[in-house]
Nanobody, 118 residues
Framework: QVQLVESGGGLVQPGGSLRLSCVAS??????????WAWYRQAPGKEREFVAR???????NYTDSVKARFTISRDDAKLTVYLQMDSLKPEDTAVYYC??????????WGQGTQVTVSS
């Protein structure tokens, strides 16, 4: 059984920064996580893709966060990060991490709230 736990959310002013973390635990090795991803869901909206990183170092982002957000991995710590800079009110959402494990199993965290407001 694998569990994912997000942290690092909070209230920040427009233009500010936050760094989200997601830590995996359970019966797995660091190289068994094939890909990490971040999604977000704002009130009244569908859950949307934000960023993805595979185990070859390839990353991709949704257009609205390119040049502002950076996804990174620390495989030794079974952790993925999302560095968020130049935050905008429209970034307000619950952010969820997702992991692809053993090339077939997908796991979700419980989410962490990010609120960008003056």
């Amino acid at each position: 059984q694998v569990q994912l736990v997000e942290s690092g959310g909070g209230l920040v002013q427009p233009g500010g920064s936050l760094r989200l973390s997601c830590v995996a635990s359970g019966a797995l090795f660091s190289d068994s996580i094939n890909a990490w991803a971040w999604y977000r869901q704002a009130p009244g909206k569908e859950r949307e893709f934000v960023a993805r990183a595979n185990n070859l170092g390839t990353t991709n982002y949704t257009d609205s966060v390119k040049a502002r957000f950076t996804i990174s991995r620390d495989d030794a710590k079974l952790t993925v990060y999302l560095q968020m800079d130049s935050l905008k009110p429209e970034d307000t959402a619950v952010y969820y991490c997702n992991a692809l494990v053993f090339d077939i199993l997908k796991y979700w965290g419980q989410g962490t709230q990010v609120t960008v407001s003056s």
